[in-house]
């Protein structure tokens, strides 16, 4: 029995399921994101609301402290205030015969925020320490308490998203203090102008935010499920073409065995270098909808999310890789000449692998002269060449060790650009063999595989299409050397 289709079939198969698994990934970052950025987007609105009615709640105070208060009907709903008792005039009597009894800033304050309250759900009170309160019912409750006491130690606002009778609600508080037009009231208990007299609250329902913040999710989640299954057919039907592709190429026993040959080798190492970000992103996602709510927009947040962009950007590197390779086989890759400063490129590079660098214990520098020139090339393939050898580098420097960049014009008027690492470096008879595609070096550090085996290929022959060359120099437990020429003729 013949088994060549069979081999190279499953290779198919592999590699589509490979694909899928990577879709998905993708698609469900996507959808992480995005509700997650909702979620945050939620609590903003919900603290901009809050914040919003306090300014309105402190204006009125405000209104009515720089009147001194304000007469009203006495009645069975605003009976004068046994609190203002030592105050001459505070219940007086209208030539017609009408009672008045005076309110100050804090009982306007109380009456018009609890109908505020009735009407609309927003909570507010003015509230003080318990051995200082008038009225009993303006006590604080244990959430106001912490932040009257924080506000002693120079908080100047309590922010947090917190529940009041199991319901969630946005609340924010700030400090009160004495002012000139506060001792009306307020002289006699001791206090002087400037001295932390309490704290005035807000507290917004979340369950209209809540509401929203669902039937947002709900079509986002069907966006990207009709997203999702869009790319999935697609992959399908391609797997179905090279199918039946495949089995027209499958002609010779020598096609055969050099396609499975290369077919076991590419899923073997894009398995591996796919696992590792694609349980990132699971993982961090799962971090952030159980976190998301704890916070508003915390920085332990920040930080999953970028690592679930790094894991999926990674992952697209390697699919953008994977076809350049077949692109540069056909000479179809996109390739534009123009002015590029290579120096400004270099400082980018180090910028963006600083973090990872500094993650697996590395230092990182460029040490480039002002007058650098530029070269006539493309600037996104440059800066592919550039990452790519940096992020080599990485992957076999240990812990402790360092890369460094030069760039310098030689005696002949070339410009030479070298990445230089201290890492494990290797034989001299393996250099050939890693600039070729899908070829790794065993790491004598852990004795296994690491990379995609794309990136030395690309970059040299990026480095061709460029009329230029790599080089590599490298000894095993001292580190290895990669540098890359622009001929004189590129040179502006």
């Known amino acids: 029995m013949d088994f060549r289709p069979v081999s190279r079939l499953t290779g198919i198969y592999g590699v589509a399921i490979l694909v899928a698994v990577v879709w998905t990934s993708l698609v469900s970052g996507s959808l992480v994101w995005n509700m997650h950025s909702e979620k945050l987007q939620t609590l903003a609105l919900a603290t901009k609301e809050a914040r919003s ?104 606002e309590a922010l947090e998203l917190t529940n009041i009778d199991g319901r969630g609600f946005m609340r924010l508080m700030r400090p009160l203090h004495i002012e000139k037009s506060c001792l009306k009231c307020h002289a006699h208990q001791g206090y002087k102008v400037g001295e932390l007299r309490g704290g005035v609250s807000v507290s917004v329902p979340m369950a209209d935010y809540y509401v929203q913040a669902r039937k947002y999710n709900q079509i986002t989640s069907a966006s990207h499920a009709l997203i999702w299954l869009l790319g999935f057919v697609g992959i399908v039907v391609v797997a179905r073409k090279s199918r039946a592709a495949t089995l027209d190429l499958l002609e010779t026993k020598e096609v055969a065995i050099a396609a499975s040959n290369a077919k076991t080798d590419f899923l073997a190492n894009m398995s591996h270098e796919l696992r590792t970000p694609l349980n990132a992103i699971i993982g961090f996602s799962q971090m952030v909808g159980s976190e998301v709510y704890g916070s508003v927009g915390g920085d332990k947040n920040k930080e999953y999310l970028r690592d679930i962009q790094l894991s999926g950007e990674h992952l697209l590197n390697v699919i953008n890789d994977i076809l350049d390779v077949a692109r540069i086989e056909t000479g179809e890759l996109d390739y534009v000449d123009g002015r590029v400063n290579i120096r400004d490129i270099i400082v980018t590079c180090v910028r963006l692998e600083t973090a990872q660098a500094l993650q697996t214990g590395l230092t990182i520098g460029a040490d480039l002269p002002d007058d650098l020139p530029c070269v006539i090339a493309d600037v996104t393939r440059i800066k592919q060449i550039l990452l790519n050898l940096v992020s080599n580098s990485i992957k076999f420097t240990p812990p402790g060790g360092s890369i460094q960049i030069e760039a310098h014009v030689n005696a002949e008027g070339d410009l030479l650009v070298s990445v230089m690492d201290s890492g494990i470096g290797m034989k001299g008879s393996d250099i050939p063999k890693v600039l070729e595609p899908f070829v790794q070096v065993e790491n004598i550090m852990t004795r296994s595989h690491r990379g995609s085996g794309l990136g030395l290929s690309m970059s040299r022959r990026l480095s061709e299409l460029h009329e230029g060359t790599l080089e590599i120099k490298s000894e095993r437990g001292v580190g290895t050397t990669v540098t890359i020429m622009f001929p004189k003729k590129r040179i502006v």
């Open 53 to 156: 009615h306090f300014n309105k709640d402190n204006s009125l105070r405000l209104w009515a402290a720089s009147h001194g208060g304000v007469y009203v009907p006495a009645s069975e709903r605003t009976p004068p205030n046994p609190m203002l008792s030592h105050i001459p005039e505070r219940d007086i009597t209208t030539p017609s015969g009408k009672k008045l009894t005076l309110m100050n800033p804090a009982y306007v304050m109380r009456q018009m925020m609890n109908d505020f309250s009735k009407k609309y759900g927003v909570k507010g009170k003015i509230t003080t320490f318990p051995d200082k309160l008038f009225n009993p019912n303006n006590a604080p409750d244990d959430w106001e308490l912490q932040a009257l006491v924080n506000f002693e130690g120079g908080l100047t």
